[in-house]
Nanobody, 120 residues
Framework: VQLQASGGGLVQSGGSLRLSCVAS????????MAWYRQAPGKERELVAI???????NYADSVKGRFTISRDNAKNTVYLQMLSLKPEDTAVYYC???????????????WGQGTQVTVSS
């Protein structure tokens, strides 16, 4: 299983970006999918998470500005980011809990990360 993240880039403060993360490979079932971020010199933090049923949860710092969504048919999770701030600058990573068959346990997989830079 591989997760491929895309959509990062350089944007001015107040701008927007949409991140995508596609899971591919031997996928039978996917539970939670999430976005994390890691800024230079800081620990990786959870940004947003979405369950298989569509329930969502967000870090306080992004509530009202970011929206996580998923397309189960495409094994894809999205992160719509609005009103971006310089403090949102980080490498953004996606992850997903995936099982390869009915009999397999779920394993957490990570994408390679995509850089988001917000200039002031």
């Amino acid at each position: 299983v591989q997760l491929q993240a895309s959509g990062g880039g350089l944007v001015q403060s107040g701008g927007s970006l949409r991140l995508s993360c596609v899971a591919s490979g031997n996928i039978f079932s996917t539970r939670a999918m999430a976005w994390y971020r890691q800024a230079p010199g800081k620990e990786r933090e959870l940004v947003a998470i979405i369950t298989s049923g569509g329930r969502t949860n967000y870090a306080d710092s992004v509530k009202g500005r970011f929206t996580i969504s998923r397309d189960n048919a495409k094994n894809t999770v999205y992160l719509q980011m609005l009103s971006l701030k310089p403090e949102d600058t980080a490498v953004y990573y996606c992850n997903a809990d995936i099982s390869g068959s009915f009999f397999e346990r779920y394993t957490t997989y990570w994408g390679q990360g995509t850089q988001v830079t917000v200039s002031s």
